[in-house]
């Protein structure tokens, strides 16, 4: 466990390129919920993997991801 | 150890600038002038000039720029951004003043205003945000449009004898003995957008420091305009505009 990333899914547009900007394939769109706009938005799987490299977060449009990270594995 | 448990420990690394409010951005998912607003606040803030920065907003999709960006801003006519940039310069010269415009706002309504007023040298930064097309309005053509590709006004592509040819402004500007840094740069993955980030904060600095006019040009992507997805519009850009607007510096007299 090196990082983690928290979503404000009601600012996400699940447009989807912070999906392929991970370097690790942890992120994916949801599914079937929605936020109150109605779009898909992201979520991250099998957290544990991320290394808290914060590419999502830059490549975000809308800044919706915040990145936290430690230095201990 | 759950989720919520590791982000309540472990130290913020990056999050959304301050500067962007939390106004939701009226932008389709995936624009790319979300990013630039993104990278606009985070300089500003690193800079240390909210106090002292005015930006001009053009009239195109970042009309409401000033709806999510918490500095001074002016809404410019039409393509009259950059000589409203040059009256808000000389009133105060120590302020940070910069313009947000698309390539139908720089590109076409405003080539005269643009021209002259980099030409002239004043102290502005022009932020020039190409996509190729009139997103705002339903994809029309604009003057950046390439050979062939497909707008609402031109569905069977551009052809040269009936449009003309795409207009190279960038390249226009980079001869003008006014300007003192023109660079072309992109916003499609992380190392483009660091390198924009480093153009736009050169361009900052030489409106602050006095040497001349500063233009970057931002090539991005209008995946509602181009009728793709977000992801597929970063692809098409690398393989279609790429080619045609070359990513890099035309002009460095900082050096």
């Known amino acids: ?73 | 150890m759950t989720r919520e448990e590791f982000i309540k420990t472990a130290p913020l690394v990056y999050k959304k600038p301050t500067l962007l409010n939390d106004t939701p951005m009226h932008y389709c998912p995936g624009c790319s002038h979300g990013v630039v607003h993104k990278l606009i606040a985070e300089i500003i803030e690193e800079m240390g000039l909210t106090e002292r920065a005015i930006g001009i907003s053009p009239v195109g999709c970042a009309v409401f720029a000033y709806n999510y960006i918490d500095i001074d801003w002016i809404e410019a006519a039409h393509g009259r951004a950059p000589a409203v940039a040059c009256a808000a310069k000389r009133l105060h010269p120590d302020h940070l003043v910069f313009t947000y415009q698309g390539d139908g706002d720089l590109a076409c309504i405003g080539t005269a205003e643009t021209i002259h007023t980099l030409n002239r040298g004043d102290d502005i930064a022009v932020i020039f945000i190409n996509n190729a097309i009139y997103g705002m309005t339903g994809g029309q053509m604009a003057p950046t449009t390439l050979m062939g590709m497909k707008t609402s006004t031109c569905p069977y592509g551009r052809q040269a004898d009936l449009h003309g040819f795409p207009l190279k402004l960038t390249e226009i500007v980079a001869q003008l003995e006014g300007t003192c840094y023109v660079t072309r740069q992109s916003v499609h993955n992380v190392s483009a957008i660091n390198k924009t980030k480093r153009a736009i904060r050169k361009a900052f600095q030489n409106s602050m420091e006095h040497r001349g006019a500063s233009l970057v040009e931002v090539v991005s992507t209008c995946s509602s305009g181009w009728k793709t997805t977000p992801v597929e519009a970063n692809q098409w850009m690398e393989e279609h505009m790429f080619p045609f607007y070359p990513l890099g510096d035309l002009k460095d007299n900082t050096k």
């Open chain 1, 1 to 73: 466990m090196r990082g983690a990333i928290s979503v404000d899914t009601e600012r996400c547009k699940g447009c989807g390129l912070c999906v392929v900007a991970c370097p690790l394939h942890l992120l994916h769109i949801a599914d079937k919920s929605v936020n109150m706009k109605g779009y898909s938005y992201v979520t991250q799987e099998s957290w544990e993997a991320c290394n808290g490299c914060t590419s999502c977060a830059i490549v975000c449009p809308d800044g919706c991801i915040s990145v936290y990270r430690t230095r201990e594995a």
